[in-house]
């Protein structure tokens, strides 16, 4: 009983720290901003189900489950304490639930989406890893080995030489594709960082992967190989898997910033995966810092929070709000600094 009052009592004071540390860490976040926020976390509260998931397509798979989840934390609230507790406590037992006996946590999500679903709830748990209590954390620290060597091995499928190092849909996929790569190496990075069993030549040789996918004619990067597509909505995806591996200022960045202040405005009109678009850029032009983020962020506040629905949602092109919804506040709180993953080093020039 004394433990469990005194874990308690930690946990009260994580959140109070943590709700401190989110609005020192943004202090330059407009009210307007902060409150299109709390609104998109309100309706991802109400529209989660009892068992942790979500309505409406893909909803049982997990994986919005866990960006869900991510959004929570991205704004600094914790799991068990506070407004939204119970919420992140229902979403990491949700996803927990996936996972099968080896750890893979995409036996539920149809069609293209395993891997996909895998590498985002494995980030997921990867991410809350340390905020739960004794018992969800003895069950997290079960799944995530088993979670990051599903992740390797599918990585170190024998695959040609514009693939080796991605990753594809299914974990026995022979070819890879930027768009499912992105996620993966996430996981992986916040797993290493989290003190999983990741080695230096998986991110390495991922890194090489995102590399070759480059566009040399304008520095974006592309969906597979040499099919350009889905280079405005991947583009920041590359940004920001070069950054958060070291490669700050590398010119394959560089050169890729430059193309997305370009095109970033297209994703206005965009008619597929705006949100998903959103996301990867608000996250990779963050990265960058100074004039290149100031003026994205600008565009990006004052261009969709007109759009935000009155109940606190955005809709998705995939007919999921929640989908969306949290994808959006993912974006709108990069400056937050909550998530571990997305940490960007404090030398990165603000002014």
Request: glycine share 10%; proline share 5%; with cysteine.
């Amino acid at each position: 009983m004394k433990s469990r009052i005194a874990f308690t009592a930690l946990q009260a004071l994580v959140a109070a720290l943590a709700t401190a540390a989110a609005a020192a860490a943004a202090p330059n976040v407009p009210d307007a901003v902060d409150e299109s926020i709390e609104r998109g976390l309100s309706f991802l509260a109400a529209e989660q189900l009892e068992d942790g998931s979500y309505p409406r397509r893909h909803g049982k798979g997990g994986a919005i489950t866990a960006l869900a989840g991510m959004a929570f934390l991205a704004k600094g609230y914790t799991p068990g304490t506070g407004r939204y507790g119970a919420i992140i406590e229902r979403s990491v037992d949700y996803v927990l639930s996936q996972a099968g006996p080896d750890g893979f946590l995409g036996l539920h999500q149809e069609n293209n989406g395993p891997m996909y679903c895998h590498s985002i709830c494995t980030l997921f748990l990867s991410e809350v890893s340390g905020m739960v209590d004794p018992e969800r954390q003895r069950r997290i620290d079960a799944v995530l080995p088993g979670a990051t060597r599903i992740l390797l091995d599918a990585q170190a499928v024998p695959k040609g030489d514009v693939h080796r190092g991605g990753w594809r849909y299914q974990r026995t996929s022979n070819d890879s594709d930027m768009s499912c790569s992105g996620w993966a190496l996430m996981a992986l990075r916040s797993s290493r960082l989290n003190g999983g069993r990741v080695p230096p030549e998986a991110i390495e040789n991922a890194v090489e992967y995102v590399k070759h996918q480059q566009n040399p004619d304008d520095g974006s990067f592309r969906y597979q190989g040499s099919n350009s597509g889905y280079a405005l909505t991947l583009t920041g995806a590359g940004i920001l898997c070069l950054e958060l591996c070291g490669r700050h200022n590398d010119p394959a960045t560089l050169r890729a910033a430059r193309r997305l202040r370009e095109i970033y405005p297209e994703l206005e009109t965009h008619r597929g995966n705006r949100c998903y678009g959103m996301y990867y850029t608000a996250q990779g032009l963050f990265q960058m810092g100074g004039e290149t983020w100031a003026e994205f962020s600008d565009w990006m506040y004052r261009t969709w929070i007109p759009r935000q629905r009155e109940n606190g949602s955005w809709l998705e092109e995939e007919d999921s709000p929640a989908y969306g919804t949290a994808l959006m506040v993912l974006a709108f709180t990069v400056p937050y600094r909550q998530l571990p993953i997305y940490q960007r080093d404090e030398t990165v020039d603000e002014s």
